[in-house]
């Protein structure tokens, strides 16, 4: 079965639902959520597929991704997701009297996944010798 929106949708709802409901984000999941059109794009283009926009995706640019980088595609995604989580993770600690809340705490375990999240791809991208998230620097030799 060729992956598709739903599909991928549903997949990264399910490992981020919570996440991003808090940073306001839609989690809804009928293959046109508007807050996951930049991750799936940008995980499609990760992988060397072209995307018609790119802030979007479609089908059948999906339908491009071979089953067996499916995982790679979804984790990419994943990445993505998070980093746009933590850009909308804008509460701070509040304390009045007696009363405190700890905001700032959903994002730093966003962080700390996004941190495991990208140590797993690097770590997988140094064994099979590819390179999908650039540390900005360029490797002579």
């Known amino acids: ?64 991704v071979a089953v067996a980088d499916y995982d790679d595609f979804l984790d990419l995604a994943e990445y993505r997701t998070l980093q746009n989580v933590l850009g909308a993770l804008d509460d701070v600690d509040l304390t009045v009297g007696p009363r405190s809340e700890k905001l700032s705490q959903l994002a730093a375990q966003a962080q700390k996944k996004l941190d495991r999240l990208e140590e797993r791809l690097d770590n997988y991208m140094y064994a099979t010798g590819s390179s999908y998230i650039s540390m900005e620097f360029a490797e002579h030799g």
């Open 1 to 64: 079965m060729a992956l598709t929106r739903v599909i991928a949708e549903t997949i990264m709802v399910k490992r981020l639902g919570p996440m991003m409901t808090a940073a306001g984000m839609a989690v809804t999941i009928v293959g046109t959520n508007a807050d996951l059109n930049d991750p799936l794009a940008w995980a499609t283009r990760q992988l060397d597929h072209a995307t018609a926009n790119a802030d979007t995706v479609t089908d059948a640019e999906l339908a491009s």
